[in-house]
């Protein structure tokens, strides 16, 4: 399923929930050979918590193409988080950091550690993961590993925080009057 933030508007991030893209980056999903699992689970844990998904797309992994959408959807407004799914990995195809850091303008390093030491409870395999966490504009671009149990894994640290997130990105906070 691939849409845009305008075929699926939302109203802007108001305090109570975030708009959020999920992007996956799999050259079998793009090519229909593979089912978009991690995407799906995305999609429905993010609607299930009362987030509003407002775009949602498969690319295959190319680096130029990923970095394009992602451009496109912060740049519209349309969306406080970007998550994306897949392409994170060691294999040479594995390109969405590097098209996550092209469109960056501001580093969220602690993200990625916490989704790695979250997922590091579950399997050793986490610390294979290369995924980054990034500011554009007024939104936050994440990459979780393409495999589901990840997914779950990364989502269990981003929930609690998406709308946070998504407050701050939105600004001006007054840190003074928030509930820690």
Known sequence: MNFTPADHAAP????????????TVSDSAAAGTRTDRSGDLLAERLAAAGHHVVARSVLPDEREAIAALLRQWCDAGGCDVVITTGGTGLTPRDVTPEATLEVAERLVPALPLAIALEGLRHTPYAALSRGVAVIRGRTLIVNLPGSPKAV???????????????????????????AP
Not at 158 to 169: I, N, Q, S
């Open 12 to 23: 802007p991030y108001h305090g109570d929930v975030a708009r959020v893209a999920v992007l």
């Open 152 to 178: 779950e894994d990364g989502l269990a640290v981003l929930l609690p925080l998406l709308d946070h997130a998504a407050e701050l990105l939105a600004g001006p906070v007054d840190h003074d009057v928030r």
